[in-house]
């Protein structure tokens, strides 16, 4: 367990083992979900986005052309943990 310590202004740094434990890195944001009994939930704070954002992300960056089939087949893969 880690032990922090709050500075006068309120704050705390983090060792760099949390942070990589956490995944988080430089620049990055910290989620904290405040829980009923006093404790809280530290994580990295994971961009969600929309279809919206997702619709042209890729345009301009291949020459590719993929069929519907080759994108369900990356599609499983990754949900399987392939790359």
Do not use: C, N, Y
């Not at 006093?38 to 993929?66: C, E, H, N, Q």
């Amino acid at each position: 367990m880690a032990t922090l310590t709050v500075t006068a202004r309120g704050q705390v740094t983090f060792r760099k083992e949390v942070l990589q434990h956490l995944g988080i890195k430089p620049g990055e944001k910290i989620e904290l979900e405040l829980l009923p009994d006093g404790r809280g939930v530290l994580k990295a704070a994971r961009p969600t986005g929309s279809i919206d954002t997702f619709i042209g992300f890729l345009a301009g960056k291949t020459s590719k052309v993929a069929t519907i089939e080759e994108m369900g087949e990356a599609a499983a893969s990754g949900w399987a943990g392939k790359e």
